[in-house]
């Protein structure tokens, strides 16, 4: 299983971007899906997940501001970021787990993707 994230980019504060992800191999469910950073200098940080019924979970200071969401046809998520500050400056990265193929449940991570937020 492979996690490709791409959707990054340097944009003006206030402006959007939305990231994609989708995982690839042959699988037949995964649990809970979401998207972390890690600014230069930080630990790495939960930004917002999604779970297998379909439930946002958000971060404090991205709440109202972001909204994820899934499709598990195409074992993808998606991550719409509005009204970016400075402060959104980070790689970010997805992660799936409880990821269940034909021969086990794991979970990934994908590559990061800069996200860079200009005042």
């Known amino acids: 299983v492979q996690l490709q994230a791409s959707g990054g980019g340097l944009v003006q504060a206030g402006g959007s971007l939305r990231l994609s992800c989708e995982a690839s191999?042959?699988?037949?469910?995964?649990?809970?899906m979401g998207w972390y950073r890690q600014a230069p200098g930080k630990q790495r940080e939960l930004v917002a997940y999604?779970?297998?019924?379909?439930?946002?979970h958000y971060a404090d200071s991205v709440k109202g501001r972001f909204t994820i969401s899934r499709d598990d046809a195409k074992n993808s998520v998606y991550l719409q970021m509005n009204s970016l500050k400075p402060e959104d400056t980070a790689v970010y990265y997805c992660?799936?787990?409880?990821?269940?193929?034909?021969?086990?449940?794991?979970?990934?991570w994908g590559q990061g993707t800069q996200v860079t937020v200009s005042s």
């Open positions: 191999g042959i699988i037949f469910s995964i649990d809970n």
């Open positions: 992660r799936s787990t409880g990821v269940t193929t034909i021969r086990l449940v794991g979970d990934y």
């Open positions: 999604v779970d297998n019924s379909d439930n946002p």
